[in-house]
């Protein structure tokens, strides 16, 4: 029975017009967690870069089979190089571990913002971006859909922007890339109309607090965008936010793994 | 729209002015709804009209005090001079006995149980000086007394009913106490009393011995009302003598060019105040903001002894430590009706919500060191956190965004759902609820309707 004061109120604030049926799926708008003040970022590079990379190698190794898309960082002066989703979770799962983590795109954005990281002239994954359950990447798109219907997300009208960091991965034959990403109890997902195909090649300068750009008619940034399936969400190497990109396994030398350390983790 | 009849609001402004211009110096920190104010003035003005607590911090010599005994001389008709004599000033050997009453020795010497109530208890509007300076326990006795206006010694008690309450406290020092969260919580509003500005120190510099209160001040009628006061009177005769004095100061008063609150217009302000209806925007930022205070997906609700979390995203909940009360919910409404009805408003709208929240809430919250970390670097003209709270209650920083701004980006959907409700398609009304809360990570409001139309 529900409550009759929650009634009284609704009579109260309604308007005299009922709601017309939702065309839209619903978009809940979650508050995502912060990052504190003096946040510091860096390459994961070093003897501690080099270290990670052994670990992250190992356990591909070892639980994934060697599969082909983790085999894409290597460590070459004295920085970890390369970067791809699959990747950049399987590097988290390890980070987390060290009270570390892969930034999240409004970290980069933070990043950028603070100027603490010469990031020009690399690029780096931060997301993934579903728009249907169809090509690009099918497999993984009716995948992640299934999933994300479970928590009350429809996928067909706004895209999905799903952080890498929260994410989890498995082992999986049945996907082309031998690997499925898993939705976990911190997977942080929201509703992107920005990055909607009409959207593409809008100019931007800055982000909101999800790392999604505020469009900007004079910015110097540009997203790239377009609709179908499953893409990634990366910072390209002039700084401009690419969800265009249906190769999830790509991989070069220009990729780079920026870390939060610890003191500068979402807060507990 | 403004109301018709505004003399008894151009009163209390005048009162509000005549302080301001002559008396407590000071510069207007608080805005709302384009009028501007003086924190300390403003927020006392409202205890004033709502009978309410207030407590004030701030440096030595910064103010605090005289604020108070201002705005308790002029709103209540009472001589300066007897306000001051009858205020407490805390120390830490304060007991029940100098504060509240006392046995009356003569009598007990002859066998007999009678009580000498102390002149703080048997006069109203009251101010305790330096409160923190007093142990814990014995802020609770005062404040009990204060909340219920009533007042027990032995087996006797007096009544003085609701009455306005300030209560003063330095900043923290090696002589004074902490004060407790529930004692906290039994003040209704809290202000820093500021550095007024060079241009008002000079002017206050050159009154060498506070000259100007001689106007509010009244020798005489003090004397005579302390005479009535250690008579030792049935409390009635007490209360009834101390209305003629008041009357009398009032009147001399009235020939120096203040207006006068009596007290049936009080009682016309108390009703009116009482009445005044929140608008759409201005409860529903209300609900959004309880929500936030008391809510907690993963723990059921919010408690002071479960751990804070951002498992579920930044929003209130997850900034500090305790959770939300029913007093200090009654004090939103009770203040910002007070000050829509100051502002001739029929309705109380989102700004005087928003704008009165932070000084009902900053005294009680107890931020995270996250959150004080994110903001202690900021430049601010407010203590930490005042600076804190007015952010997050309002539009927030892009690290940290506030009630305000999610208030901002959620109403649409909470009017989805409210609507549905309230046109009996409940089915629909709880699923949307359910799809925004989007299991615990969607704005807590929805949470809290889920379980409202579910009837749990």
């Given at each position: 029975m529900p409550n009759q004061r929650f009634l009284d109120t609704a009579k109260r604030w309604m308007n005299k017009e009922a709601p017309a049926?939702?065309?839209?799926p619903a978009t809940p708008i979650s508050q995502s967690s912060p990052l504190i003040n003096n946040a510091s970022y860096s390459f994961l590079e070093g003897d501690f870069g080099r270290q990670v990379l052994e670990e992250y190698n190992q356990i591909a190794s070892?639980?994934?089979?060697?599969a082909s898309a983790l085999n894409v960082l290597s460590f070459d002066d004295n920085v970890v190089k390369g970067s791809n989703p699959f990747a950049f979770v399987l590097l988290n799962k390890i980070l987390t571990q060290q009270k570390m983590r892969i930034v999240t795109p409004a970290d980069l954005e933070r990043c950028l913002e603070k100027g603490?990281?010469?990031?020009?002239g690399t690029y780096g994954d931060s997301g993934l971006v579903l728009?249907?359950?169809?090509?690009?990447?099918e497999y993984l798109a009716k995948n992640l859909a299934l999933q994300l219907s479970g928590r009350g997300y429809g996928v067909g009208d706004n895209p999905v922007m799903i952080q890498l960091a929260g994410l989890d991965l498995r082992y999986d034959s049945s996907s082309p890339h031998d690997l499925s990403f898993q939705l976990t109890g911190s997977s942080q997902f929201i509703y992107a109309p920005?990055?909607?195909?009409?959207?593409?090649?809008k100019k931007f300068n800055n982000a909101d607090e999800n790392g999604l750009p505020v469009f900007d008619?004079?910015?110097n940034r540009t997203l790239y965008t377009r609709d179908g399936g499953l893409r990634r969400l990366y910072r390209s190497r002039d700084l401009d936010l690419d969800?265009?990109?249906?190769?999830?396994?790509d991989s070069d030398s220009y990729g780079r793994v920026v870390v939060c350390a610890e003191g500068t983790s979402r807060k507990k | 729209m403004a109301k018709s009849e505004i003399k008894l609001q151009d009163k209390v402004k005048g009162l509000y002015d005549k302080i301001g211009s002559d008396f407590y110096l000071s510069r207007d920190d608080f805005e709302a709804n384009g009028e501007r104010y003086n924190s300390t003035l403003l927020m006392g003005t409202l205890t004033e009209l709502n009978k309410g607590n207030m407590l004030l911090f701030g440096?030595?010599?910064?103010g605090k005090t005289t604020s108070a005994e201002y705005l308790q001389s002029v709103f209540n008709g009472l001589p300066l001079d007897l306000v001051k004599r009858v205020a407490i000033r805390g120390n830490p050997q304060l007991t029940e006995e100098k504060m509240v009453g006392r046995p009356h020795y003569g009598k007990m010497h002859q066998g007999e149980e009678d009580v000498v109530w102390q002149h703080f208890v048997q006069v109203g509007p009251k101010i305790f000086d330096e409160?923190?300076?007093?142990p814990e326990s014995n802020q609770a006795v005062v404040l009990n007394g204060v909340d219920r206006g009533e007042w027990n010694y032995l087996n006797d008690f007096i009544s003085t009913g609701a009455q306005p309450f300030f209560a003063t406290c330095n900043y923290a020092d090696k002589g004074n106490n902490g004060l407790i969260p529930p004692i906290l919580d039994r003040f209704d509003v809290a202000v820093e009393s500021r550095f007024p500005g060079v241009a008002n120190v000079l002017h206050i510099a050159q009154d060498y011995h506070n000259d100007k209160d001689k106007v509010l001040n009244n020798p005489e009628l003090t004397r005579k009302a302390l005479g009535v006061l250690n008579s030792g009177k049935p409390q009635a005769e007490v209360q009834a003598e101390l209305e003629g004095i008041i009357q009398e100061h009032e009147k001399s008063l009235m020939g120096k060019g203040f207006s006068i609150l009596s007290k049936e217009d009080k009682e016309k302000i108390e009703q009116e105040v009482r009445v005044t209806p929140f608008d759409r925007d201005a409860e529903q930022y209300f609900a959004f903001l309880v929500s936030e205070m008391n809510t907690s997906p993963k723990y059921g609700q919010k408690r002071s002894i479960d751990p804070v979390t951002t498992e579920n995203g930044?929003?209130?909940?997850?900034?500090?430590v305790g959770s939300g009360s029913r007093r200090e919910e009654k004090s939103i409404v009770r203040y910002a009706k007070s000050l829509a009805w100051l502002q001739g408003q029929d309705e109380v709208n989102l700004d005087h919500v928003a704008q009165v929240a932070p000084y009902v809430l900053w005294h009680r919250m107890r931020w995270t060191p996250e959150t004080e970390n994110a903001f202690k670097d900021n430049d601010r003209n407010d203590p930490l956190d005042l600076h804190i709270t007015k952010s997050l209650l309002g539009?927030?920083?892009?690290?940290m965004p506030g009630v305000k701004k999610r208030f901002g980006e959620s109403q649409e959907n909470y009017q989805r759902v409210i609507d549905l409700a309230g046109h009996g398609k409940m089915n629909e009304a709880l699923r949307e609820a359910k799809e925004y809360s989007a299991d615990g990570r969607g704005h807590p409001i929805f949470q809290d309707v889920v379980k409202d139309l579910e009837g749990v």
């Open positions: 049926k939702r065309v839209q070892k639980d994934y089979q060697g603490e990281l010469d990031l020009k728009r249907s359950e169809n090509n690009p990447n920005q990055l909607e195909h009409k959207n593409n090649q008619s004079g910015g969800a265009w990109d249906d190769d999830l396994a | 440096e030595y010599g910064g409160f923190n300076r007093m930044l929003y209130l909940q997850a900034s500090f539009d927030g920083t892009g690290e």
